[in-house]
């Protein structure tokens, strides 16, 4: 036998039950019909049950850079560390996706479900492509089967560890199995030891090899010596050789992925390379960072310390999807911003977003900014959209508020429309879970009442106050004459209705027009600062007003 006659009775021996080639995939998968300059990208979680919100920030980038240019994004599932899986990983991981409307156009869209012609998206449903891809190697001598043990392995590593081996792993005088005889291979699979299939790797420790990446540029890394496993010996894959296969049979054209997997590259292109198959490009985007509350020092948003660094907390909390989508643009594109001013009106999804303009370095994630972009989202909204999201929000999180804002729509919508749908709306609220605090004084079920008065105002004259406009304050009045009923019992009262004069003489008067009405707004609503009194007032209604004024003037503090 020679060799070639040799690999192919190894391939054989290794793989009795694929009956497939190389080239039925391909012909299953052809070529995509996509416009010249298309760009084919894909999200690749594993499904952990858990989506960081760098991977959402990764999704934006993978769905904006094919939407620019007119490609596809997938997402695909990559299942192949069954350390790492829990039973439905996947469902937390779509649905985290479609709460912040990140929507791919082929790929897994739940637990269990998926559209696309490249399918299935999920790779341990792949593993007779990964087989046969992988048959197809050792047919050529570049790969064969490993049965070294964990302790043949680790004893490896001592040894490399003590001639201070500069490259560390299963590679060149080290690899034990590469040059195993096929009498010796069969007498090993004959008594059952487990093997896993390795890469026979040509590099060389002297070589180096270039890349460009798309966001930082050319990079030149040690070229790849190890023999890398690429099938387990329960026959699933790594992801190393599993991404390969997937991104190759689903064209991919830009590899987008976290910064962590830089060092791998070598290693990736000598796979592409082994298989046969166009190297894609390669664009590794920055970690999501933040500032360190103790140490005031920047790092890695933490699954286990940050409660937001899982998308979930966003929904609990009920940040609407434009706002942290804004948000996240802000930090994906330094160009975002200006683009926004220029395009007020634009959906952010039709940012022109351009890859290459990416910066490289870690980008902050700081929730006050996020508090500060949603406002002025939610801002803009109209008062029936804000109700309509505050109820689905509370639906799910606050059944007892949903109860109560849902049985009269329309006057929570009347309340929530206060200071809004204006060109200055006010921007008190960042996320549906502060709503009710911010309402909450329209409902008795809510209204915690506290009268404390500012030092500069004394209880009696707060008292005589509340009594005199509890008897003239009417309902009827238009803005103008509500306020001038409220300026007009200034002066009997010690204050006066014009605050340059207070200011010029403030000896003369107990205060002035904005401390009579300061008075009644504590009365009405607990509050010193709320949005405008006169609709406030209308909402109320006489009777509650009333009241109101009654029991304030009795319980001041
Ligand atoms: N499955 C890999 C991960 O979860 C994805 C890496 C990639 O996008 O290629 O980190």
Redesign the pocket.
């Known amino acids: 036998m020679d060799n070639q006659e040799m690999n192919i009775a190894l391939a054989q021996l290794l793989f009795p039950d694929i009956d497939k080639t190389p080239d039925y995939f391909e012909e299953l998968y052809p070529a995509r019909d996509l416009p010249e300059g298309a760009r084919v990208t894909?999200?690749?979680?594993?499904p952990?049950g858990y989506l960081h919100i760098g991977?959402l920030f990764?999704a934006l980038v993978d769905v904006l850079t094919a939407r620019v240019s007119g490609g596809k994004a997938y997402l695909?599932i990559?299942d192949t560390?069954k350390k790492?899986e829990i039973d439905d990983g996947v469902s937390a991981i779509t649905d985290g996706l479609s709460a912040f409307g990140v929507e791919f156009d082929e790929g897994v869209t739940g637990f269990n479900t998926e559209s696309g012609k490249y399918g299935p998206y999920t790779q341990s449903r792949r593993v007779e492509i990964y087989q046969t891809i992988a048959k197809s190697l050792v047919e050529r001598g570049l790969a064969y089967p490993c049965f070294c043990s964990a302790e043949d392995l680790t004893a490896l590593r001592e040894k490399q560890e003590a001639e201070g081996a500069l490259i560390r792993g299963y590679f060149g005088k080290y690899a034990k199995c590469r040059n195993l005889t096929l009498d010796e291979i069969k007498a090993n699979l004959d008594s059952g030891k487990p093997w896993v299939l390795r890469f026979r790797s040509d590099g060389s420790d002297d070589k180096r090899i270039t890349f460009e990446d798309v966001i930082r540029g050319k990079i030149e890394m040690p070229e790849n010596t190890i023999d890398e496993v690429l099938l387990k010996s329960d026959g699933i894959p790594t992801?190393h050789f599993a991404?390969v296969c997937d991104?190759h049979f689903m064209h991919t054209t830009h590899?987008?992925?976290?910064e962590?997997?830089i060092s791998s590259v070598p290693k990736h292109i000598a796979l592409f390379k082994a298989c046969g198959y166009k190297v894609p490009k390669f664009a590794h985007t920055p970690q999501v960072m933040k500032i360190d509350e103790e140490t005031g020092e920047k790092r890695k948003l933490s699954k286990r310390k940050d409660p937001e660094a899982a998308v979930s907390y966003f929904v609990v909390e009920g940040f609407p999807k434009e706002s942290l989508i804004e948000y996240l643009l802000t930090l994906i594109s330094s160009g975002f911003e200006d683009w926004r001013r220029a395009n007020p009106d634009a959906a952010a999804m039709d940012y022109p977003f351009n890859l290459k303009k990416m910066s490289n370095s870690g980008c902050l994630f700081d929730l006050v900014k996020l508090n500060d972009v949603s406002k002025n989202v939610i801002c803009h909204m109209s008062a029936s959209t804000v109700y309509d999201r505050v109820a689905a929000w509370a639906k799910e999180y606050d059944g007892e508020f949903y109860k109560v804002i849902s049985a009269d729509p329309a006057r929570t919508t009347a309340i929530l429309n206060i200071d809004r749908e204006n060109p200055k709306p006010r921007k008190d609220i960042a996320k549906w879970n502060e709503v009710k605090d911010y309402i909450s004084y329209f409902y008795p079920q809510f209204y915690q009442k506290d009268y404390t008065l500012p030092e500069n105002i004394g209880k009696e004259d707060a008292e005589a106050i509340l009594k005199k406009y509890s008897e003239v304050f009417s309902l009827d009045d238009d803005k103008d004459m509500w306020f001038q009923r409220i300026k007009d019992i200034c002066e009997p009262l010690g204050f006066t209705p014009n605050v340059k004069e207070y200011k010029k003489n403030p000896d003369a008067f107990k205060g002035h027009v904005g401390d009579v009405s300061t008075v009644i707004r504590i009365a009405l609503t607990s509050r010193r600062n709320t949005p405008d009194l006169y609709s406030i007032m209308q909402l109320l209604g006489a009777d509650e007003i009333k009241a109101r004024l009654a029991d304030a003037a009795a319980n001041l503090k």
Not at 42 to 46: K, L
Not at 255 to 258: A, F, L, N, W
């Open positions: 894909r999200f690749a979680p594993s952990t991977g990764g695909r990559e560390d790492r992801y991404h991104d590899v987008i992925r976290g962590e997997w």
